[in-house]
C-alpha cells in the first residue's frame, strides 16, 4: 500500500514567517500534487510536480519534487492570514489507475495576523 | 462556468438506511472520481468513471457501497444499509479525460451523518 506521510501536522505561525511542509513516501509516484482547502469546500489544486528535481515557484510558494519522485516540499515565504488553510499533497499511483490520487493527511496551517 | 456541484451539501441518517449522494461534474468532463474524506484524514479514493464505466472501484470499502453514471454525466454514490463508520464527507471531482496529469477538480462535498 502506497502512503504519503505529510509533516508537520498542525503548524501554527505569526504573518511574515516563513515555513516548510513536507510530503514523504517510500513509493515512488508518476507526479505529485498539493492542494489547500478551506472548511466546507473541496480541495483546490495549486501545482502539479512531475520530474524529479523539479522545483515551481507560484507566488511566494516554492514547491520541489524529489529527485527519487518520492518525496516533495512545500516552502511558502512571509506567510500571510490568506494562507490559513488544509495543505495536502497527493500522488498519482505510478503504474496504476490514472484516477487512483492517493492523498496526505494534510498539514493544517493557521497563519496570525 | 459552473463547477462541480453535489447534493445534498449535508445528509443526516439513521443507522440501516439507505442514502444517494449525487455529483454533477463540469459540462464536458469524461472523468468523474469519487472520494471519501473523514475527520482530520486526507481524501481517500472510492471510484473513478471514465464516461459511462467505473474504470477503477477498487477503492469502495465493501458491497454496500455502489456508484453509477449512466449517462456519462451525472453521477450517484449509494450507500446500502449506513454504518455509524461511514460518516465523513463524500466528494466529487471531475477531470477533462482522465489523464494523470490533468487537473481534477473538486466540489464541496457531502457531509453525511450517520446516528
Known amino acids: 500500500t502506497q502512503l504519503l506521510e505529510q509533516s508537520p501536522q498542525f503548524l501554527s505561525i505569526q504573518e511574515g514567517e516563513n515555513l516548510t511542509v513536507y510530503c514523504n513516501s517510500s513509493?515512488?509516484?508518476?507526479?505529485l500534487q498539493w492542494y489547500r482547502q478551506e472548511p466546507g469546500e473541496g480541495p483546490v489544486l495549486l501545482v502539479t510536480?512531475?520530474?524529479?528535481?523539479e522545483v515551481k515557484k507560484l507566488k511566494r510558494l516554492t514547491f520541489q519534487f524529489g529527485d527519487a519522485r518520492k518525496d516533495s516540499s512545500l516552502h511558502i515565504t512571509a506567510a500571510q492570514p490568506g494562507d490559513t488553510g488544509l495543505y495536502l499533497c497527493?500522488?498519482?499511483?505510478?503504474?496504476?489507475?490514472?484516477?487512483?490520487?492517493?492523498f496526505g493527511k494534510g498539514t493544517k496551517l493557521s497563519v496570525k495576523p | 462556468g459552473a463547477g462541480v456541484s453535489q447534493t445534498p451539501s449535508n445528509k443526516v441518517t439513521e443507522k440501516g438506511k439507505y442514502v444517494e449522494l449525487r455529483c454533477d461534474p463540469i459540462?464536458?468532463?469524461?472523468?468523474l472520481y469519487w472520494y471519501r474524506q473523514s475527520l482530520g484524514q486526507g481524501p481517500e479514493f472510492l471510484i473513478y468513471?471514465?464516461?459511462?464505466?467505473?474504470?477503477?472501484d477498487s477503492g469502495l470499502p465493501n458491497d454496500r457501497f455502489f456508484a453509477v453514471r449512466p449517462e456519462g454525466s451525472v453521477s450517484t454514490l449509494k450507500i446500502q444499509r449506513t454504518e455509524r463508520g461511514d460518516s465523513a464527507v463524500y466528494l466529487c471531482?471531475?477531470?477533462?479525460?482522465?489523464?494523470?496529469?490533468?487537473?481534477?477538480?473538486f466540489g464541496p462535498g457531502t457531509r453525511l451523518t450517520v446516528l
Open positions: 513509493s515512488v509516484f508518476s507526479s
Open positions: 459540462s464536458g468532463h469524461t472523468a
Open positions: 471531482a471531475s477531470s477533462s479525460s482522465g489523464a494523470t496529469a490533468d487537473t481534477q477538480y
Open positions: 497527493a500522488g498519482a499511483d505510478y503504474g496504476g489507475s490514472q484516477g487512483n490520487l492517493i
Open positions: 468513471f471514465q464516461g459511462t464505466g467505473a474504470a477503477d
Open positions: 510536480v512531475v520530474t524529479g528535481g
